[in-house]
């Protein structure tokens, strides 16, 4: 081959190399984060380096024009209060010394002398009342405390009553009663005790005693009156059952009802009005009365519904009630009229305003087939609640906390009580017996 030939086949190798590699560099695959440099095993050999990735495919947001959208900040007024499972807890107004702003310094040393105020003895600091909580830890019977705005548990007391089932306070969160079971597992223990009276602007205490004694053995069911300073209580005699009112610590006690029927559940609502209902069951029909525990009269209210539970308004005109079915009614006691709502509960995941025209409610997300409200009663079923706001006036209701987008878990509400200002709800959850507050403002 003549030199000439050999130059020209060089150069047309050479021209269908570039050709080959410009082809494939166009037409390789594009490097995406996740496939980790892609397909084309030239590309990993490009001298200026790896081509960007393919911008994010982007799709429309989803369709929210029929939600309604959560209220902001919701997550902040959710406020878990205990940090161990409680028996019980008490709202109270107390007082305590405002917070003052310190000024700036030398703000107030650049003020006119003359417009300074002259006092001639010292201004005690301005105090509020504000609402504050006590509650008993579930497994020691030791008693703590804080306020309601600035949550900060404080131990108050060292007496130890071990596995409490059931709490109450009463006197302005100055006595309580403590419920739990002998040693014997059969026998039911009632201590009523006071505790120790705090002074403004004093510390707090932790090695307080809880002083008192213990009121008749095996009491089947207490409730305490409005202004927690008296307590109603059943206690079993034989064959027949025995009510009494009592001070909270047992004094001045008057029997003002017996019943050959020993299953009830009490309510005191008002100081004219404690109800008595029979202790609910799916397939058993129940039945509601009332007593004046100054006229000592017995009446019937509600009856023959099946599953019946109850919880009368504190004017004692209205009964929230509930049956086997879990759905919510409202009995106007004087009239007889009979107003359902939109929700179905249970009245004991309730409470009223004191005004008995909104009812604050916990209202499960959706409710599985069982027999209601054993089933629940026992723990067999556990709800995952939304709260409702529910004008009984009007009839309007709307959802004020869906703790389940908040915390990513469900809570079941018991024990609900709104402070004596209606800023705040609380309620325990019955799932680990823990303490919650909402603020409704």
Known sequence: MSKRNFTLLIIVLVIALIVAFGFLYLNRSPNTPEDGGGTNFLSNFNPFGKSKPAPPVVTSPPDVSNTTPPEEGLGVKLTE???????????????????????????????????????????????????????????????????????????????????????????????????????????????????????????????????????????????????????????????????????????????????????????????????????????????????????????????????????????????????????????????????????RTLPEKCTWNKTSTIVYCAVPKSISGALYPDAWYRGEVSFMDDVWKIDIENGNANIVLDPTSILGEGLDGIKLTQDENENYLFFVNKKDSYLWRLELN
């Open 81 to 343: 209060v205990s940090s161990m499972p409680i028996a019980g807890f008490s709202v109270y107004q107390k007082e305590r010394f405002k917070e003052i702003p310190i000024a700036p310094p030398g703000e107030e040393s650049n003020q006119n002398p003359e417009t300074k105020p002259k006092t001639t003895k010292p201004v005690p600091p301005p105090t509020e009342f504000v609402p504050a909580l006590r509650y008993v830890a579930r497994s020691s019977g030791n008693i703590y405390q804080t306020f309601a705005d600035k949550i900060d548990e404080r131990k108050f007391s060292t007496t130890i009553i071990p596995r409490v089932y059931e709490a109450y306070f009463g006197n302005k969160g100055e006595s309580v009663i403590m419920r739990y079971l002998k040693e014997d597992n059969r026998t039911i223990a009632t201590f009523a005790g006071s505790l120790p009276k705090e002074f403004l602007g004093g510390d707090t205490s932790e090695s307080n005693e809880v002083k008192g004694s213990f009121l008749p053995d095996n009491i089947s069911d207490i409730s305490v009156s409005p202004d927690h300073s008296r307590i109603f209580y059943l206690l079993n005699i034989g064959d027949s059952v025995v009510g009494t009112t009592s001070g909270i610590l047992g004094d001045k006690k008057v029997q003002i009802f017996d019943s050959p029927f020993t299953e009830w559940l009490s309510f005191w609502s008002n100081s004219k009005m404690i109800t008595l209902t029979t202790k609910p069951s799916s397939d058993v029909p129940g039945y509601m009365y009332a007593i004046d525990p100054n006229k000592k009269d017995f009446n019937k209210i509600l009856g023959d519904i099946s599953g019946l539970t109850t919880l009368t308004s504190p004017n004692g005109k209205l009964t929230l009630y509930g049956n086997s079915s879990l759905s919510l009614n409202v009995y106007n006691i004087s009239t007889g009229e009979i107003t359902p709502l939109i929700v």
